[in-house]
């Protein structure tokens, strides 16, 4: 069962915009950022390895289609340990 939105994964977002029309943004996920305090999708929307990234603001998703789902690796905590002598 799918928790979360994972990096590497292909989506289809729907947007709301300013228009009467969707914003249709098809890509891989490349994380997620802030636009000053507002959360935001990143999206590569590029075509046969020509990147073009895409911002969407959460604010403004009105649903996610999943085309591709990846497999999250897991985090691996390294954890810097100083030893004094």
Avoid: C, H, W
């Avoid at 911002?55 to 390294?78: N, R």
């Amino acid at each position: 069962m799918m928790t979360q939105l994972t990096k590497g994964s292909r989506y289809k977002i729907v947007s709301a915009s300013s228009t009467e029309e969707n914003v249709v943004s098809e890509g891989i996920l490349q994380g997620f950022l802030t636009m000053g305090e507002e959360p935001a999708i990143l999206l590569n929307i590029g075509e046969d390895k020509k990147e073009m990234l895409r911002i969407i603001p959460v604010s403004t998703i009105l649903f996610i289609d999943v085309i591709e789902q990846t497999e999250e690796k897991e985090k691996q905590e390294k954890r810097e340990v100083n030893y004094i002598s």
